[in-house]
C-alpha cells in the first residue's frame, strides 16, 4: 500500500520513513522548498536518502513553496534576519518558525495522496522535545487529518502518521539505530552547508539527542 | 481590521471580496495560479478586480502552485484530458476537480494571515449550488479553521469566512448586484480567454445564474 512521506533530508523524516518502510508500506517521498538557506543541502540529504531506500523516481516529488519566503516573518527564510544562536528551553515560539509551514505541507500531500491512492501520510512532527512550533502539536494533527478526510474525494479514512510525535531526541536516535535509518546522510543544521555549525536550535537539539542516546552523532562539525 | 481574501477573478470571489470591503475590512488578495489553462485570463481579471478596488500592490499576492499540475488528476491542468462539457445535476465529483484545491489555498491564506495579523480569510465556495467539490463544503470550511486556529502562533481566534457558502448562483448575481461587485471585470470560464465557452460547467453555471436573477451577464460569450 502507497504511504505519501515527508522527507526534509533532516533526521526526523530519515527515521520517519525508515518506519513507514518497515511497516510494508510502499513510500512516496514528498520534499519541499520553500526558500530556507540551506535548501539546497538539504536537498542533496533528501536525494541521498531517497537513494538509500531505493525509492524510484515517479515516487519523488520536489516541490517549491517559495512564496511563503516572499511573505517573510521567519529568520529562516527572511534573507535580512539572521539566524540566532538556539535556546533549547527558552519559551514562546522561536524566530525560526515559518507560519503553518506543516498547514501547507500536509495540504500538498493531501493532493498528491489523493492522485496516487495512498491512504496515509507520515510526517516526522516531534512534540514533546521540539521548537514549540504549533503546527507539530498533535491537536494540529488531528485537526489536519479531519479536513483532510472531509476536504477530499477518496480520502475518506486517511491518516496522518507522526510515529516520533512522543519521542524526544534521544528516542528517535535510539529507533533510528533500530530501524537502520542511514544518519549519516541526514542534514539538520540551519547555517551550515559542509559542516554543521553546532550552535543553532537545530543543531543543538540533534548533538544533546546523539549524546543522551550514548551514539555519536556522525555528520561533520564545525 | 484586516482580512485575507482569496480572488480567482470569477464572479464568486468578486462578490466575496465586496461583501468583505462593505463589512468595512481592509482587505489583503491572494491570487493562486495552479497551471489551470485559463490562468493568464484569471490574472487580468484578478488585476481589474483589485485595481477596481484600490487594492494597493503590497496587498496583492499573486503565488504559483503548478505542482498541483505537476501531481495530474485534474482535466483542468492535466494537458492531455479535454475540458468535458457541464452536466449541472449529475452526480459524483466532476473530473474538473483538483484534489484538495481549496485546502492548499486555505493552507497559504493562513501563512499569510499570520504574518499580516489579519484575523479572517474570506473564501467565495458555494456549497448548494457548487459543483460537488468536498473541499466546498461547510464542515470541510470548519475542520480547516480549526487546523488553522490550533496550528499557528497568533491566529487562535481566527475565522473563514464564507459568505456565499449557502446562496445559490442566483442568489450571488442579486447580492452582488446589491454590492455593486463589478461582475464585468470577472471571468468564470474553464476554456476560454477572449469569449467564454458558455457550455462548460462553470459557464453554464454562470449563466444559469445570471437567467434566474433575471439579469444579462456582462461579459461576451461565443
Redesign the interface.
Known amino acids: 500500500m502507497k504511504a505519501v512521506v515527508l522527507v526534509s533530508g533532516g533526521m526526523d523524516s530519515c527515521v520517519t520513513l525508515a518506519e513507514a518502510v518497515h511497516r510494508g508500506l510502499e513510500p512516496a517521498l514528498m520534499h519541499v522548498r520553500y526558500g530556507q538557506r540551506t535548501q539546497s543541502r538539504e536537498r542533496r540529504a533528501f536525494d541521498a536518502v531517497a537513494d538509500h531506500f531505493k525509492v524510484p523516481l515517479p515516487h519523488r ?1 520536489v ?3 517559495s ?2 519566503a ?4 521567519s529568520s529562516l527564510t527572511d534573507a535580512q534576519e539572521e539566524v540566532e544562536d538556539g535556546h533549547l528551553d527558552a519559551p514562546g ?1 522561536p524566530r525560526t ?8 505541507l ?3 500531500a ?3 495522496a ?2 496516487l491512492g495512498a491512504q496515509s501520510i507520515w510526517l516526522g512532527v516531534v512534540e514533546e522535545d521540539g521548537s514549540g512550533y ?2 507539530c ?1 498533535g ?2 494533527i488531528r ?2 487529518e ?3 478526510r ?4 477518496a480520502l475518506d479514512t486517511l491518516e496522518i502518521q507522526t510515529p516520533l510525535i512522543r519521542l524526544d531526541k534521544a528516542g528517535i536516535v535510539r529507533r533510528g539505530q533500530e530501524l537502520g535509518a542511514p544518519f549519516h546522510l541526514t542534514w539538520s543544521c540551519y547555517r551550515g552547508e559542509d559542516r554543521a555549525c553546532g550552535t543553532c536550535d537545530s543543531c543543538l537539539l540533534r548533538l544533546r539527542g546523539f549524546q543522551r542516546a550514548g551514539m555519536v552523532d556522525p555528520i561533520p562539525y564545525r
Chains 1, 2 share one sequence.
Open positions: 516529488l516541490v517549491d513553496i512564496h511563503l516572499a511573505m517573510g516573518g515560539v518558525y515559518v507560519p503553518f509551514r506543516n498547514g501547507n500536509l495540504a500538498m493531501g493532493s498528491w489523493e492522485v504549533p503546527d502539536r491537536e494540529f485537526a489536519m479531519m479536513a483532510l472531509l476536504g477530499t474525494a
